[in-house]
DNA sequence: ATGAAAGCGCTAACAC
DNA sequence: GTGTTAGCGCTTTCAT
């Protein structure tokens, strides 16, 4: 273990036959400095052949900006979106020289608030603040110490830059694939909840029906309690009744699992008895599902990479930077779980 | 943004009246050094009142330990199992009073060589070298300049402390499940790669049978291209068989979920009359299957969290700890998807 | 075009 | 019991 000896800014002037300043000033690029164009060489040279690594701990702690940043969630562990959702966030820290310093609370506010000091205690340059699901918060004020963004959140006041999914804008997608298909009954297995995804997806369900002049019609939206059960029941109902819907757009890809049980329950199947559209694209449902389903993205990758890339303006911009409110599309993810109605 | 000034070590022992060393000496609780208690009582009075926070930078710099530790992983976001890991990862540095820094290469060998130095470069006091699912790799020789473990991941020769899920004892403890409910004729859908887990859950297989004096039979063991629909294929066949199997041990809950697929496509029913077992516990399949699956869950919260604590152990060691290489056991999480064979 | 020296915030010999 | 002082490895002002 542990290389024969770690070289320093010193050994390179050193070797060199320079001081330290101009090593530094060559290394770094420092702007308008007037330097012999053999010294660079010189030194470059010297600082590949030591196999010169800048301790970015000493470089940090003079220059105030360490290159990291702190990246604190609700929860990691249970949820598959909160992958993609670093995953953004790592690729565009990375881009720009910064690491990633991740901290999970479980959902316990005061876990939150040490992890927050613990961040700031290693200044981090700014933190993103992310939720496992789209919804409000309110983070431990200490957060305004700091820049810092919020990924799949917003504060009750919009303080904070943040990102969250389009969820009006998705659902009305959704359901006018199913329209333009040429269903006109359409049924939509929803949640219990009341968060802004259930909220903006009711929405987005009705904004399509109307543009394509189809009455809302109450009974046909079914509210369970989460899950592939829940949904699983929801659909049972829905297409049990004689005038049953022939296409059901489904609030998560789970619900769209339950509605698949439910159509294979009665004997039903997908997409030539009744079309299926789910909502969350998340792969291992909506691949593995018999036929594949056709479902709405949740942008989480972009999200992620959105939050650190604005973290990253506001820091550089000194936190002169206006607070922005970013919604982020849901695309479309075609596989085979629509097609036309029944001819009945 | 940014508190009106930030408090060092230095206003504190001017406000307390004391030295910058007694403040550092009271604040570290240094052990053998004799300092009145009236002394101490000052300066934690005075250091909380001017909310003090050590700057872990300068801490760092000075004391060769950083308290953050790496995470390089192959991938990230595509699996749903990173979360566990990471998230036990984190659990036990947190316990320790450090954070993680998390880097994904995507597979990419040069980018993972350039994370590990920019890891290295921020002092971090040792690597977690992650791979997203079982298997021998070659790290960057890089690698071998600190300290490091691997996890889910071994090498060729086995020189980095490692741990990885026990697949023999997993899958053993899977087929005696269905043993114990009285099957005897077992099939075994799994997956066509050569990685231990495949070569590993076969042999617990065969382990099982012959506790239970058993014969292997060959035909009984169907291989596919993973996933659902390999899983699909594979059960689809083994259950048209005249003597087909009354049991199935599936590689993968996405080959059972699979399985669950054929079964219902030649109208059988689970477990009624076909008894199945899955591996890996993906809750989201295996908790929303119509009935829910029985299968073994991998350890990665274990062994997330058995990673950082071998690494923090070798750390204080000064690297002078034994390499090992833990097996981490796989626990049977029973649903409903198992039952005595039926009649026949 | 280059360098001396101060200092980022802290710890740890070593004095007293 | 407590304080002086010398750095940790680097950036940056200011001289030259």
Not at 168 to 193: C, K, M, N, P, Q
Not at 251 to 277: K, W
Request: proline share 5%.
């Amino acid at each position: 273990m542990m290389q024969a000896r770690v070289m320093g800014i010193r050994d390179v002037a050193e070797s060199a036959g320079f001081s330290v300043t101009t090593v530094s000033h060559v290394l770094n690029d420092v702007p308008g400095k007037r330097i012999a164009d053999s010294t660079r060489e010189r030194i470059r040279e010297a600082a590949d052949r030591l196999g010169y690594r800048p301790n970015r701990l000493a470089q940090g702690l003079r220059s105030q900006r360490t290159h990291s940043i702190g990246f604190v969630s609700d929860n990691i562990a249970t949820t598959p979106f909160a992958g993609q959702m670093i995953h953004g966030a790592q690729a565009a820290a990375a881009d720009a020289g910064s690491l990633l310093m991740l901290l999970s609370s479980d959902g316990d506010a005061e876990l939150e608030d040490v992890e927050i000091r613990a961040l700031i205690d290693r200044q981090v340059d700014g933190i993103i603040y992310a939720s496992m699901f789209h919804r409000v918060v309110t983070p431990p004020v200490r957060l305004r110490n700091t820049s810092a963004v919020l990924l799949d959140a917003r504060t009750e006041t919009g303080e904070f830059s943040s990102v969250v999914p389009d969820e009006v804008g998705g659902a009305r997608a959704a359901v006018e694939e199913l329209l333009s298909h040429g269903h006109r009954r359409i049924g939509f297995a929803t949640d219990t909840s009341d968060i802004p995804a259930t909220r903006g997806r009711l929405i987005g369900y009705r904004q399509a029906l109307e543009v394509y002049g189809v009455a809302f019609d109450e009974s046909l939206v079914h509210a369970s309690g989460g899950e592939a059960a829940g949904g699983f029941s929801s659909a049972l109902e829905l297409l049990s009744r004689p005038d049953r819907p022939t296409g059901l757009f489904c609030f998560t890809d789970r619900i769209a699992m339950g509605a698949y049980q439910a159509a294979a329950e009665l004997n039903m199947s997908v997409p030539e008895d009744v079309s299926i559209v789910g909502f969350d694209d998340q792969e291992i449902i909506s691949t593995n599902l018999r036929p594949g389903l056709t479902t709405m993205a949740l942008p989480h990758y972009e999200m992620g990479k959105w939050a650190v890339n604005t973290l990253l303006d506001q820091i550089n911009n000194g936190g002169n930077t206006p607070v922005v409110h970013q919604l982020s599309a849901c695309p479309l993810v075609r596989r085979a779980s629509v097609s036309s109605p029944p001819r009945a």
